[in-house]
């Protein structure tokens, strides 16, 4: 008898019978997506209540208000999009 074996050239990482390298790498992938999440909530929150305080405080019109509010919250997503990793694709 002969025994062949198969293998998928498509993953050339080694795993058990119960896939812990995709099961780590999805947690890992999971972690990462919840604190980056977790870091924009804070960033845009600190934003909203800065710009609250200080229209508050200086009775600049409300319009003016949203403009830099929208505007803030563009270019925050504008300067951290490039720093997510795409997933990496086969081929």
Same mark, same amino acid.
């Given at each position: 008898?002969?025994?062949? %074996?198969? !293998? =998928? $050239? /498509?993953? #050339? %990482?080694? !795993? =058990? $019978? /119960?896939? #812990?390298?995709? !099961? =780590?790498? /999805?947690? #890992?992938?999971?972690?990462?997506?919840?604190?980056?999440?977790?870091?924009?909530?804070?960033?845009?929150?600190?934003?909203?209540?800065?710009?609250?305080?200080?229209?508050?405080?200086?009775?600049?019109?409300?319009?003016?208000?949203?403009?830099?509010?929208?505007?803030?919250?563009?270019?925050?997503?504008?300067?951290?999009?490039?720093?997510?990793?795409?997933?990496?694709?086969?081929?």
């Amino acid at each position: 008898m002969v025994r062949t %074996e198969i !293998t =998928d $050239s /498509t993953d #050339s %990482e080694p !795993t =058990d $019978s /119960t896939g #812990s390298r995709s !099961t =780590d790498r /999805t947690l #890992s992938r999971y972690l990462l997506g919840g604190a980056r999440l977790l870091t924009d909530l804070v960033v845009l929150g600190l934003w909203t209540i800065f710009l609250t305080l200080l229209f508050l405080s200086t009775a600049w019109p409300r319009w003016a208000y949203y403009v830099i509010l929208v505007g803030g919250a563009a270019v925050y997503v504008v300067v951290t999009a490039p720093w997510i990793r795409s997933p990496e694709t086969p081929g």
